[in-house]
């Protein structure tokens, strides 16, 4: 059996215990403060004062480090050196490789937008890691976002791994038949057909009997949903998350007067 | 007093020719338990759907005559407060958990949710469909990581949890191995005993003479017989129409011609086929 795609792990933290929307906003303050900000350091910081803070609070680091090392690192790093190689920069060249300039001003620039971007994904991973995602969406929706909407987040999270397993079972019913999926390149791109097919198809029918399913369900009733279970949304952190909007705002109106 | 009245209806699907179902007059008395069968393509599922209100809400096409439950009339009403009259439960169970929860526990609280149900009463509902479907230790389980009989008993719990005066369930057990079928069946006849309406599609006739009030065989769109049980899973016309029959039926019929089976009417059940052979 595959397992759910969901990164949600389940703890006691105070991050845990916070509204999903005020997490949402959280995460998005941090990244678009990350990116607008005017000053050089401020990924860093962000990085240090911020991602890794709200990691030991929502008690998930270990979780988040083993992520950093086979996702995040690799990512940035490889950023790193293709914008230091590739950015133009008009300054003091700090060495050649292969014809390639690397200066002074490509590699700050580099070095930016790769903290960035590792602000960016742990920022996100954080959200995932201490969000349930029924209850993100639960809370979305008792704020007004559509049933609709919501379910297919929520569905395509839990249903790609079985569709997953579900080509798995179709490839090995192929191969016991004599298909051939270990040869050359262009044999095996030939043997996404007789896969595509039965998947495609199989699942359009039960997609049909899914909608059933949950129409027998009163998925469609035009009655207010509920919710089973109860999310806090504490006064003060409706204050936190308006405060949080007042500093994305700040930080963009330094920017625009800063430069 | 008849809660499902069916008047002769008649259904095409879209896009075809040929009709699911003809004239079809019916009616299911409260608390009853009436077990439907059929070959293939006997159009038992289209009148499944059709009780539930799918026909035509759901899958359009063309419906002559009038489907009533519990007084109300099914063209003149939504889907979405139809599955409060009628829950529709049908074979495959893994195409029936909804996909938008984590746990058991979530997945049979979701059509409350949607029916805006306030959160107490919710849970005093799951709680009890829990105990009453023998499911309760799964619930913080993932739905997905279930037996098929676990499964389709998730399903059951989900629309009974519902409250449907009728419970329509279309070869619940038809993709389960033994043991799922006996979870499966087990938790119908507790639903029959506690005097719920069942109507129930289902190929395992022996289960159908145990547990059934009344049979209804279905061919070609159109009732063909109606009867108690016995009477009609015997009958010489199921046999030639390629009805699945009971194998103590087809042993005692054998049996009968050898002048093995000296009694007028033939077994459906072990029991029944014991009792016959009996010497002396």
Redesign the interface.
Known sequence: ?HE?L?FFVKRASLIHRLNPLTKVVLAISIVMIAFISPWYWTPQVLFLFGIIPLLLAGRVAREYWSFFAKVVLPTVVFLFVIQAVFLPGESRIIFQIWGLEVTELSLELAFRNATRIAVMISSFTILLLTT???QL??DLTRRGLP?QF??VI??SL??IP?MQAKAQTIISAQRSRGLDTESNFFRRVGMFVPLVGPLVFGSLV?VE????????????????????Y?IPDPRAENIARWTLIGLVFITLAARIWLS | MAVVKLQNVTYKYPLTDTTALQNINLQVNEGEFVAIVGPNGAGKSTLC?TI?G?VPH?FKGELTGTVEVAGNESSKSN???W??NV????Q?PF????????TV??EI???????????DE??ER?GDVMTLTGISDLADR?P??LSGGQQQRV?LA??LV?QPKVLVLDEPTSQMDPIGTREVFGVIRTMAEKGMTVILVEHKVEWIANFADRVIALYDGQILLEGKPQEVLTSDVLMDKGFGISRYTSVARKAKGLGLWTRDSLPVTLDEAVEGFKIG
């Open positions: 059996m759910r969901s349930h995602p029924s969406m639960s049933g919501a379910y929520i569905a839990q249903i079985q039960e009997e899914r909608a059933i399913a949950i129409e027998a369900r009163g998925f469609t009733s035009t009655h207010a949903k509920t919710s089973l109860e | 759907y539930a799918f759901f889907l979405h407060d599955v409060l829950g529709l439960a049908f495959n195409n029936q958990i909804s996909g938008a929860k984590y526990y979530e609280a979701f059509g409350l949710e949607n029916i805006g149900l306030p959160r919710m849970k799951v993932s997905y990581s399903a989900s629309i519902m």
